[in-house]
């Protein structure tokens, strides 16, 4: 088990930025790969962002340029930045670790952008 807690989520107006943040428990965090996953109403979980235990990171087309992931592998954290936000990145905001093959979810963190 590899318990992980979103925060950051909020209400934010177009063109606004929001900052979320992952805290993760156990010694493997250091060797997971880190990920950022969001899922509004009506449509399938997408990937938005991911960092590899070596720094290496992925974005989707949508938000590639406006958002950025990180980790600091002393605290167990991973954030993602976000810019320009824009309402179609309305959704619920996900935190995933993946180790060994096992993915963990987190609860979820809901962000909002109004136009």
């Known amino acids: 088990q590899v318990p992980l807690v979103e925060s950051g989520g909020g209400l934010v107006q177009a063109g606004g930025s929001l900052r979320l943040s992952c805290a993760a428990s156990?010694?493997?965090?250091?060797?997971?790969?880190m990920a950022w996953y969001r899922q509004a109403p009506g449509k399938q979980r997408e990937m938005v962002a991911v960092i590899t235990s070596g720094g290496t990171t992925n974005y989707a087309d949508s938000v590639k340029g406006r958002f950025a992931i990180s980790r600091d592998n002393a605290k167990n954290t991973v954030n993602l930045q976000m810019n320009s936000l824009k309402p179609e990145d309305t959704a619920v905001y996900y935190c995933?670790?993946?180790?060994?093959?096992?993915?963990?979810w987190g609860q979820g963190t809901q962000v909002t952008v109004s136009s």
């Open positions: 995933a670790s993946t180790f060994a093959s096992q993915t963990y």
């Open positions: 156990g010694s493997r965090f250091r060797i997971s790969v």
